[in-house]
């Protein structure tokens, strides 16, 4: 008499597993972890630089550019890879092909445009 939930016992099983591993693991740390509360070890640190003044500061919108310049070609990695493995095998066809070159060709204009608005170059001659 099979009642097709084994497969979801299964899984509850190893949620709970994982559940009470988590919970093992947060209480040994907070039983093993050292503790030792001060002045110094309760003020902010940030990359090395001592909290002065305000919170606010401004960054130049470079830097966005350069976020997601690095997102889209990371993002173009993450596709180009296993397509490139895939590729050899006779069945995929031309259409892949096409499609990848449709998809580089996006990626393409994109970088055009930012290098025609000149958003790549580090000159404040803007």
Do not use: C, N
């Not at 309760?42 to 401004?58: H, K, L």
């Not at 092909?97 to 393409?108: A, D, K, N, R």
Request: hydrophobic fraction near 55%; glycine fraction near 10%; charged fraction near 15%.
């Amino acid at each position: 008499m099979h009642t097709g939930l084994g497969g979801y016992l299964v899984l509850g099983g190893v949620t709970v597993a994982a559940l009470l591993l988590f919970a093992a693991a947060m209480v040994a740390r907070r039983l093993l972890a050292p503790r030792a509360p001060g002045l110094t070890k309760q003020s902010t640190y940030e990359s090395g630089v001592d909290p002065v003044g305000g919170g606010w500061a401004q960054t130049h919108v470079r830097y966005l550019a350069y976020a997601f310049l690095y997102v889209v070609f990371a993002v173009d990695a993450a596709y180009l890879f296993p397509w490139a493995l895939v590729l050899r095998d006779q069945r995929v066809g031309v259409a892949s092909l096409v499609e990848m070159g449709i998809f580089i060709s996006v990626i393409l204009v994109g970088l055009l445009h930012f290098a025609r608005r000149r958003a790549l170059s580090w000159d404040d001659d803007d």
